[in-house]
C-alpha cells in the first residue's frame, strides 16, 4: 500500500465542503471536486485507510457480484479487471489507486470519527466534530455508506461463547479460509455475504452448518478471468470499454421489469432462478428447503455458481430450524415446544467457529443521530417515521446538507455506483449555485413531502413491498421500503442529477409571502433559511 499523504491540521479549519466516509462515494464526491477546482474540501474518514466497504470486507470469497466494469467510476480511465467480477482486494486497490491518482489522498483524514455535526444558523456552517478536533464547513456531504454497520441479532448467550465468533465484515485480519481446516463453523444468514463466504469456507472445514431463516433466491453469476489480450484491448480502448459498460448497464437495466410485478417478467426470473436450483441440488428434500417461501426480487437476488453446490456437500448442514441460542460450545436450533416435531424438535450443533452474516443496519443509520440541523433537530428524529428527503439527497431542515446512498438511492438491479454519480453531479450542481448565488439551500418541506409519497406510493405496489419478505431496504419500524428508487437507473439519473433551484425558490419566494403575514409565524420558519444568507464572496 502507497503511504497516504498526511494531510494538514483539521482542527480549526474552515472549509467549502466537508465529506463523510472515504468509500465508493466519498471518494467519487472528491475526486469530481478535485477535478473542478473550485471549492476547498476534507474528507473525514474513521478507518484507517479509504476504500470502505471494499477495506472493510475482507472475509474469503469477498467480490463484486455487479460486473466490474460496470462497478467503477465512468470518469476514470478504463481498469484492467482481472475477472468479469473482480475479487474484494482488486476493488480495493482500485479505489487507493483512483485517490492516489486523482491527488485527493491529501485532503483524506483517516483515523478521524465524525462524533457530531451542527448547523450554525449564525455563520451558515456545519460545525463537524470529530475524534481529531473541529472543524466548519459550508456543506456537508454524508457518504458514510448504507452497509457499514454490523447488525448482530440478540441471540441468547451470545456473549457465553467459547470459540471465535464475528461478523462478516469484520472478518478477523489474518485469519485465512484455510486456518478454517478441521474446524466446525457456523454461518448465520444466507445473504450475499454468506452466500460467497460458505463456498470458501465448505473447501477446507471440516463441518459446515449454514443456519437459515429465509431461503435467497440465487441467479447464476457466470463469473470468468478475462484473459491478457480482453483486459489489455479494454484498457487501450476508452470507447471499446465505454461500449462494454453501456451494454452491461442495458443488460441490467432490463431487470427492472420484474420489480415492477410483470408477470411475465417475474416469471422468467422465477423460472430462470429455479432451473439454477434443479441444475445444481440433486437432493430433492434439500432442494425443498432451498425454495424461497416470498417473491423473487423481494430481497437482493444473490448471484452465484457456487453457493448451491457448497450447500450439497457432504460436511455442509443446511439448518432451518430457528437460532434459539449460543452455548460456550455452540448453537441451540429448533422449538421448545413440547409438540415439536423431529423435524423442529431443539437441537445442539458444536462449532468451534460463528460468521454473523447478519447484514447491516442499513434504514437507521446510526450517523443519523449526530447530525443537528436547523433549531437542534437531529437526522434520525426528522426520520422518526423512516427515511425521507427530496430528490434522495437533501432533507428539509438541514441546509447544505447532502446525503449520498441515503433514502430512495439504491436499485434492486443495476449497479451502485450508477446512483452514486448522479447524486455527486447534483451535489456540484447544488455547490456551484451556493458559489453563484449565495445563500443557503434548504429543500422546502413541501417538496420533500411531495416526492417521498411519490416515493411511498409508487413503491407500494413494488415488489419490495408485496413480495412477502423482510429486507435492508425496508425500514424495520413503519414498514416503508425507504432505501430502493422504484424506477430504473436511467431514470434515477434524469430526475435526480440535476439540481434544480427552482425547488429551492419556490420556498424562498412563499417564505418571502408568508414573512409579512401576521399569522405566518410557522411557515415562515419553516422556509427562513433559504432567505438567509448574504451572497458570500
Ligand atoms: P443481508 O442480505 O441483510 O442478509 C442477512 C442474512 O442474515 C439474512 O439471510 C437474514 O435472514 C439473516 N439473519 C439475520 N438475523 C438472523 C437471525 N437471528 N437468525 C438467522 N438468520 C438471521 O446481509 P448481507 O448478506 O451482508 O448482504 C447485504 C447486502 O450487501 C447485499 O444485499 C448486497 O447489497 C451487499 N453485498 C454485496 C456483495 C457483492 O457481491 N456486491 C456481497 C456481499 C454483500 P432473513 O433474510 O430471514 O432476514
Redesign the pocket.
Known amino acids: 500500500m502507497t503511504p497516504h499523504p498526511a494531510p494538514g491540521a483539521l482542527d480549526g479549519t474552515d472549509v467549502d465542503v466537508a465529506v463523510v466516509g472515504a468509500g465508493f462515494a466519498g471518494l467519487g464526491t472528491a475526486i469530481r471536486l478535485q477535478r473542478e477546482g473550485a471549492a476547498s474540501y476534507v474528507v473525514l474518514e474513521r478507518g484507517d485507510d479509504v476504500g470502505g466497504t471494499w477495506r472493510d470486507?475482507t472475509y474469503p470469497g469477498?467480490?463484486?457480484?455487479?460486473p466490474s466494469h460496470l462497478y467503477s467510476y465512468s470518469f476514470r480511465p478504463p481498469s484492467r479487471w482481472s475477472r468479469r467480477f473482480a475479487p474484494g482486494a482488486e476493488i480495493l486497490e482500485y479505489l487507493r489507486t483512483s485517490a492516489r491518482e486523482e491527488d485527493v489522498l491529501a485532503h483524506v483524514h483517516l483515523r478521524t470519527d465524525v462524533l457530531d455535526a451542527r448547523w450554525d444558523e449564525s455563520t451558515e456552517r456545519w460545525q463537524v466534530s470529530t475524534s481529531r478536533g473541529t472543524c466548519t464547513a459550508r456543506a456537508l456531504v454524508l457518504a458514510a455508506g448504507r452497509?457499514h454497520e454490523p447488525?448482530l441479532?440478540d441471540?441468547a448467550g451470545s456473549a457465553s461463547f467459547a470459540g471465535r465468533a464475528f461478523h462478516?465484515a469484520r472478518w478477523p485480519t489474518g485469519l485465512r479460509a484455510g486456518d478454517l481446516a478441521g474446524a466446525r463453523v457456523g454461518i448465520?444468514?444466507?445473504?450475499?455475504?454468506?452466500a460467497?463466504i460458505l463456498p470458501e469456507v465448505a473447501a477446507v472445514a471440516r463441518e459446515v452448518v449454514v443456519?437459515q431463516?429465509?431461503a435467497?433466491w440465487v441467479l447464476p453469476r457466470e463469473d470468468r478471468p478475462v484473459d491478457e489480450a480482453e483486459a489489455a484491448a479494454l484498457a487501450d480502448d476508452p470507447a471499446a470499454y465505454e461500449r462494454v459498460r453501456a451494454e452491461l448497464f442495458a443488460a441490467a437495466e432490463e431487470g427492472h421489469q420484474a420489480r415492477t410485478g410483470d408477470p411475465a417478467a417475474v416469471a422468467g426470473v422465477r423460472s430462470a432462478a429455479l432451473d439454477h436450483l434443479r441444475s445444481q441440488v440433486p437432493d430433492p428434500a434439500l432442494r425443498r428447503a432451498l425454495v424461497p417461501d416470498y417473491e423473487i426480487g423481494c430481497?437482493?437476488i444473490v448471484f452465484s455458481d457456487d453457493y448451491y453446490p457448497a450447500l450439497a456437500r457432504p460436511n455442509v448442514r443446511l439448518e432451518t430450524r430457528?437460532?434459539r441460542a449460543v452455548v460456550p460450545d455452540g448453537i441451540v436450533v429448533g422449538d421448545d415446544d413440547p409438540t415439536a416435531t423431529e423435524a423442529t424438535q431443539l437441537a445442539t450443533h458444536g462449532l468451534d467457529v460463528i460468521v454473523w452474516?447478519?447484514?447491516?443496519r442499513s434504514t437507521r443509520p446510526p450517523y443519523a443521530r449526530g447530525v443537528h440541523g436547523r433549531g437542534g433537530l437531529r437526522l434520525d428524529e426528522a426520520w422518526s417515521d423512516g427515511m425521507r428527503s427530496f430528490a434522495s439527497t437533501v432533507v428539509h431542515g438541514f441546509p447544505n446538507l447532502f446525503v449520498l446512498n441515503g433514502p430512495h438511492a439504491t436499485l434492486g438491479h443495476n449497479s451502485a455506483i450508477v446512483m452514486i454519480e448522479a447524486q455527486v453531479d447534483y451535489v456540484l450542481g447544488a455547490l456551484a449555485h451556493l458559489r453563484a448565488h449565495g445563500g443557503t439551500l434548504d429543500v422546502p418541506l413541501e417538496a420533500q413531502e411531495a416526492y417521498t409519497q411519490e416515493m411511498d406510493s409508487r413503491l407500494a405496489s413494488m415488489v419490495w413491498a408485496t413480495g412477502g419478505c423482510?429486507s435492508?431496504y425496508r425500514d424495520e419500524e413503519t414498514g416503508r421500503v425507504t432505501l430502493v428508487w422504484p424506477g430504473t437507473g436511467t431514470q434515477f439519473r434524469e430526475r435526480n442529477a440535476r439540481f434544480d433551484p427552482a425547488v429551492f425558490q419556490a420556498g424562498l419566494q412563499r417564505a418571502a409571502s408568508t414573512a409579512t403575514s401576521p399569522t405566518s409565524g410557522r411557515q415562515g420558519s419553516r422556509f427562513h433559511v433559504a432567505l438567509s444568507g448574504a451572497p458570500r464572496a
Open positions: 470486507n469477498v467480490a463484486c457480484d455487479i452497509l447488525r441479532p441471540v462478516s448465520v444468514g444466507t445473504g450475499a455475504s454468506a460467497q443456519v431463516r429465509s435467497p430481497k437482493r430457528p437460532l452474516a447478519t447484514g447491516f423482510t435492508w
